[in-house]
Structures are given as structure tokens and as C-alpha cells.
């Protein structure tokens, strides 16, 4: 239902008021989408809380409480996997068990009837209508008086002179002496606090003074050793060259001397064998061989196929002359049988 307050006067414009406008009520279905119910069969409903398992029974103080990062019973786990698996099987088979109704035929199609005894009109909207109500006015609250406590005992005055009490010369000697005596200290701590500070940084400074002083000592002495083991490596290097070099030396000299002997018997039985295979030849026999026999057989072949060629001419005119002249005469004897 929708409240709808009229507008109040500005003098009551501090009071609470509320106001909403109408609105039409969304349109439901008359009946629930069939995935909808078996997806809500799914899910454990109780119809009585007495059979809830969220409902506690009995004596709560002796209740063990879990830790809320407590692991789960996998046996618990294990057994309520068991009991689902088997209610959906159970549910897939009353639904195969449980009779169907046969597809419509070509054309038709099945509808929802109403069997009741009584009809009702099936429609998607819902019936609206439209209500207003009024409520009073809220009135202010007025204001709460100051809390006053009764007045209990009874009251006396005394009167107190100038300078009974208090005299300021006197009072304020103490405080004087402890204000001056802590801003000298404190002076005097601020000096010494400064000259231990410039003692301080004199030794920082002599103390990196000697500290440079022997990093470069260290540093000579560093580059010196280098020195000293470069010199070291390259006399060792040119010792070693030295005696690599004699080793070839003597090497180069052993292998020429049994060179010298090995080949004092090798080089004419060398030459004998490559004479006897024809690697020594007359220059003027190859050059007649390699370069002037291809040379003339060439040029024989050229003539010859001049030769050829001249015949094969000759024996194309004689045949042609020898044609024309036997159609001559065919036609000389075909022209003189008529006549």
C-alpha cells in the first residue's frame, strides 16, 4: 500500500514526514518455470523447525564449538556427497518411471486446462488498486529544563585581606632561582655539547686524514706488487718462448738431417719410376699430338663435308632437270595422240 502525507504548514516543517509515490506491483507468473522447481527440490526444505538441523536442541553449555578455521569431517563430507548422489538418482528415476504425456500430433498442440469445479480467469497481471492514507502530524518535543540539584548544608563567608595569603616577592624567588638556574645549565650544556662536537668532528678529520694517507700507501703498494707480478709473467713468458723456440730449432735440424737421408736414395728411384710411366715426354711429340692431329683431322672432316654437301646439291639439280624433262615429254606425247 502507498502513503502519500499532505504538505505541512512551515510552522510544523521541522517534524518528520515521510512520502513515497504509488507504484504498480510487479507482474509474477501464475505458476512456477518446472527448472525452477527442480532446482529448489534440490535443496534440503523442512517443513518444521523441530526437524531443522540448524535449530540447536538441548543443552547448549556443553556444546563443543569448532574453531571458525577448524577443517570438516571428510567422513561427514563423504556422507552427505552419498545421501545427495542418491536423491537425485532416486529423482531421475521417478521421472523416468513416471508417465508421460505423448507429443501433440502435426498441427495441434497441447494446452493447460482448468479441471476444478469451480473456474477462475487465468491472467498474467495482477488486479492493482490504488490506496492512500493520512497520518497526524508529529509534534514538537519540547525542551528539557536544566537539572538543578536542592541545596543542602548551610552557607558561610570568611574574608581574606591583601597579603595574608600571597605575597608575590616572596613566592616568586624560588620559581626565579629554579628558571635561571635551568637556563644556566642548560647554557652550559649547550656549550659543552658544542665543544664535544667540534672535538668530535677535529678527530673525524685527522682520523680520515690517516685514513687516506694509507689507503693511498696501500694503493702504491697494490700497484706496485702488480708491477712485480706483470714482470714476473713476462720473464716467464720470454723463457718459455726462448725455450719453445730452441726446441723447434733442434726439432727442424733432426728432421732435415734424416730428411736429407731418407730422400738421398728416394729421389732417383723417383725419377726412374715417373720416366718409366711417361711423365717425362718430348715437348714437340705432345704438341704435335695434343694441338696439331685434333687440329688437321678437323679440318679434313670440314672438307669432307664441303665434299658431301656439293654431291648432295648436284644430285638435287640432276634429279629436278631430269623431272621437268619427263613431265616435258608426257605432255609433248598427250598433246600429239589427238591430233
Not at 488486479?127 to 537539572?147: G, I, N, R, W, Y
Request: some cysteine.
Amino acid at each position: 500500500m502507498a502513503a502519500v502525507l499532505q504538505p505541512q504548514k512551515e510552522a510544523v516543517s521541522s517534524t518528520y514526514t515521510f512520502s513515497s509515490r504509488p507504484r504498480a506491483l510487479q507482474n509474477r507468473q501464475k505458476y512456477r518455470d518446472a527448472e525452477q522447481v527442480q532446482q529448489n527440490e534440490t535443496l534440503p526444505f523442512y517443513g518444521n523447525i523441530m526437524y531443522d538441523r540448524r535449530v540447536v536442541r538441548g543443552n547448549t553449555y556443553a556444546q563443543q564449538i569448532l574453531p571458525v578455521n577448524a577443517q570438516p569431517d571428510p567422513l561427514e563430507i563423504q556422507r552427505q556427497l552419498e545421501a545427495r548422489r542418491r536423491a537425485i538418482a532416486r529423482r531421475r528415476a521417478k521421472e523416468e518411471f513416471r508417465a508421460v504425456t505423448p507429443e501433440a500430433v502435426e498441427g495441434r498442440k497441447h494446452i493447460d486446462v482448468q479441471t476444478e469445479l469451480y473456474l477462475e480467469e487465468l491472467s498474467d497481471r495482477i488486479v492493482e488498486a490504488d490506496a492512500v492514507c493520512q497520518t497526524d502530524a508529529f509534534l514538537d518535543k519540547p525542551s528539557t529544563p536544566l537539572f538543578i540539584p536542592a541545596k543542602t548544608g548551610m552557607d558561610v563567608a570568611t574574608q581574606i585581606e591583601e597579603g595574608e595569603l600571597f605575597d608575590f616577592d616572596i613566592e616568586v624567588k624560588p620559581i626565579l632561582e629554579v628558571l635561571v638556574g635551568k637556563t644556566i645549565e642548560q647554557a652550559l650544556l649547550e656549550v659543552m655539547e658544542e665543544e664535544e662536537l667540534a672535538n668530535l668532528r677535529a678527530q673525524q678529520q685527522a682520523f680520515q686524514e690517516l685514513r687516506n694517507a694509507e689507503l693511498v700507501e696501500v694503493q702504491r703498494l697494490e700497484e706496485q706488487d702488480r708491477r712485480y707480478r706483470e714482470e714476473k709473467e713476462r720473464r716467464k713468458r720470454q723463457q718459455r718462448e726462448v725455450l719453445m723456440k730452441e726446441k723447434e730449432t733442434a726439432e727442424k735440424i733432426a728432421a732435415r738431417a734424416f730428411a736429407q737421408r731418407y730422400l738421398a736414395d728416394l729421389i732417383p728411384s723417383v725419377f726412374s719410376s715417373l720416366r718409366d710411366s711417361g711423365y717425362f715426354y718430348d715437348p714437340v711429340e705432345r704438341e704435335l699430338e695434343k694441338e696439331f692431329m685434333p687440329w688437321l683431322m678437323s679440318e679434313v672432316e670440314k672438307t669432307l663435308e664441303k665434299s658431301v654437301l656439293g654431291r648432295t646439291v648436284l644430285d638435287l639439280l640432276i634429279r629436278e632437270v631430269v623431272e621437268k624433262r619427263i613431265s616435258d615429254f608426257q605432255q609433248a606425247d598427250s598433246m600429239s595422240i589427238p591430233s
